[in-house]
């Protein structure tokens, strides 16, 4: 006999509804979206292996996600922390929108030609600048390091935060869609060993964050003036406009990869 559904069900189903949302909301622009993708991937495989009989498999399957599930503390420890702040400062009622939000067209186009025309003047002038185009992987964590923008792109903008007298040109600005996301943002240093000492902290910080995430960082030399690209933790310098353009139009096309032009994996950089 089915049981009647009563208002307090409907309220319960409600709550989770909306505590289930807001959570999304809170880790979606973070690494923890990208781990629970990871999760999934493993709850599939252990169905798979299960239905079909592939009982090894299956139990190594569940031996590792018994693992992880006493790991997922350590693991979300920054969204955990995240969520437990937004509920104690009375923000985490704040992510529901009342109004379906549009979604923004993406005018990568000007973002691209915006950057090809700011680094050569940045590097004419010396101007140590990091400038980090988000791809999949969200990196909110980074960019609560610094100052949220939230700001159309222009040009102008971007090569006012980099200048010198500028209080923001510390730090890196993440490029979020077609918007400035933020500046003065603090990057991981990369751990490796194996690269040149005349790299500086920029080209360091660089290289650590596409270490961690998918995103491309342009970096511009203060003392050189150089331009270089760092991606999957490789690093290519000196480029050319030209080059740039090509590595931010392969970057930005849908279902393409990035093309790397001889950039080598190990050793000296």
Partial sequence: MPQNISLLDILDIALITFVLYNVLLLIKDTPAAQIIKGFLILFIFSFISNWIGLRTINWLIKGLMAMLVVAIPIIFQPE????????????????????????????????????????????????????????????????????????????ELLYSIFLPNSPLHDGAVIIRNNRIAGANCILPLTKRTDIKKSLGTRHRAAIGLSEISDALVIVISEEKGTISVAIDGRLTRPLRPELLKKFLQNLYRPKRSIIIYNIPKKGKL
């Fill in 80 to 155: 955990l922390r995240n969520i437990l702040l937004k509920m104690g400062k009375g923000g985490f009622l704040t992510n529901f929108p009342l109004f379906p939000r549009e979604e923004e067209s993406k005018k990568w186009e000007a973002v691209i030609n915006g950057i090809v025309m700011v680094a050569p003047m940045l590097s004419a002038e010396k101007i140590g600048s990091l400038i980090v185009l988000e791809r999949d992987v969200g990196l909110q964590d980074i960019l609560e390091t610094g100052i949220s923008l939230n700001s159309d792109f222009s040009s």
